[in-house]
């Protein structure tokens, strides 16, 4: 297994544009996590997945914000009509998710540029 | 919530020297993990602990559960050493997402 992946690594996009981003997990964790990391700042937690049940979001993921994890294997983030502050680095990560092993697994994310 | 503080939040040194990297957290936690992250944005996981000290190669992490506090220490540091790194807790059972603090910033000099 080659880890997380992410697609694309970056996108550039005009304000009011939608924007979707995907992330491919490793294949055997069932949890999928969702972050956003600003300039100079540490990553914030934005929603997780357990499978494909969506377990719990942020109040930072906006109506604008929804994501999907359909089969339980690769996650999409879609963007509705960006604004300059969604402007971010969007990471990935996966975890095993058991009660002992819930180590996460980074992505190389995905920087987002609204012009 | 949990509050995750970092200090210092820069860092210069020279090649050799050994580097301490403070994180406390306000709330009790079910983990904390240390992460590195170089220019360009990919995170590396370097420790996930819940008590006592790890160690590999030449980084060690201990963590004080008492006084919530935890530290990342290098020892010989390199120049290759030289990135972000990020203090971060499980706030709940284990598996939910993180709370990161804001990063320390290391720069080694040769």
């Known amino acids: 297994d080659t880890g997380v992946s992410q697609d694309p690594r970056h996108k550039i996009t005009k304000r009011g544009q939608n924007v979707t981003f995907r992330c491919d997990p490793i294949?055997?964790?069932?949890?999928l996590y969702w972050y956003r990391q600003t300039l100079g700042q540490g990553p914030e937690f934005l929603t997780y997945?357990?499978?494909?049940?969506?377990?719990?979001k942020s109040r930072l993921l906006s109506d604008r914000f929804s994501a999907e994890r359909p089969k339980g294997s690769f996650s999409t983030l879609e963007i509705q009509r960006t604004e300059q502050g969604d402007s971010a680095m969007y990471l990935c990560?996966?975890?095993?998710?058991?009660?002992?092993?819930?180590?996460?697994?980074f992505g190389p994310g995905t920087r987002l540029t609204v012009t | 919530k949990n509050e995750v503080e970092q200090s210092p939040q820069n860092l210069t040194a020279q090649e050799g020297e050994f580097i301490t990297i403070n994180c406390s957290y306000s709330?009790?936690?079910?983990?904390l993990h240390w992460l590195q992250q170089h220019p360009g944005g990919g995170i590396v996981s370097l420790f996930m602990?819940?008590?006592g000290k790890k160690k590999h190669g030449r980084l060690i992490a201990t963590i004080n559960i008492q006084e919530k506090h935890s530290s990342l220490h290098i020892t010989a540091s390199h120049p290759r050493d030289s990135a972000v790194y990020i203090c971060?807790?499980?706030?709940?059972?284990?598996?939910?997402?993180?709370?990161f603090g804001k990063g320390t910033h290391l720069i080694i000099q040769p």
């Open positions: 709330v009790g936690i079910s983990a």
């Open positions: 997945f357990q499978n494909e049940a969506q377990l719990e």
């Open positions: 971060a807790v499980n706030s709940g059972g284990g598996a939910d997402g993180l709370t």
């Open positions: 602990l819940s008590s």
């Open positions: 990560a996966s975890s095993f998710g058991s009660l002992t092993d819930y180590e996460q697994y």
């Open positions: 294949s055997e964790h069932n949890r």
